[in-house]
């Protein structure tokens, strides 16, 4: 596959099949180069999207606990951990959280991204300028459509690998 910015486009394979995401460095840099350097580091692979509101969003990204191939995976703190990377500094920006918008995850300290991200199923505008937008899904958002919803989730998908484009 052709992609128009390899370098930053990133290609998950999910449970649920393939979701292409162009990354936006132009919005949030610092974002995107965590997620290329956890992504390069195998860091996303396996980990199962723990949060998942219909209507709303499909959340994952929690390297430390919600990764099933690893000896901490723990579906009860699942979305509770990030990387061993610092968090990191609030990236706020004018985009819109409407269809297919990947943006950070974070706790009530608006400086307290790590790793966990989430996809928007549908418009979610109250988000704008509070979460750190970081990139767009250009393809595969139908595969997103079928992850398993749950709060947390009983039998989650997960992230099979993730990608940098220009890595395959």
């Known amino acids: 596959m052709a992609y128009k910015d390899p370098e930053n486009t990133i290609v998950m394979e999910t449970t649920t099949g393939t979701v292409v995401i162009e990354l936006r460095p132009d919005l949030a840099p610092d974002h995107v180069a965590r997620i290329k350097e956890l992504?390069?580091?195998?860091?996303y692979d396996g980990v199962v999207f723990h949060r998942v509101i219909d209507g709303f969003m499909a959340q994952t990204g929690d390297v430390r606990f919600g990764n099933k191939n690893s000896d901490n995976y723990d579906p009860s703190r699942a979305g509770m951990g990030g990387s061993s990377k610092p968090d990191l500094k609030a990236e706020f920006n004018d985009a819109n959280h409407a269809r297919g918008v990947c943006s950070m995850a974070r706790s009530q300290?608006?400086?307290?991204?790590?790793?966990?991200f989430f996809i928007v199923f549908e418009d979610a505008s109250f988000l704008d300028k509070q979460y750190t937008v970081w990139g767009q899904v250009i393809e595969g958002m139908e595969n997103v459509d079928k992850i398993e919803r749950g709060e947390p989730v009983r039998d989650p998908d997960s992230i099979v690998s993730m990608k940098v484009a220009a890595d395959l």
């Open 39 to 43: 992504a390069r580091a195998g860091e």
């Open 109 to 116: 300290n608006p400086n307290s991204a790590n790793s966990q």
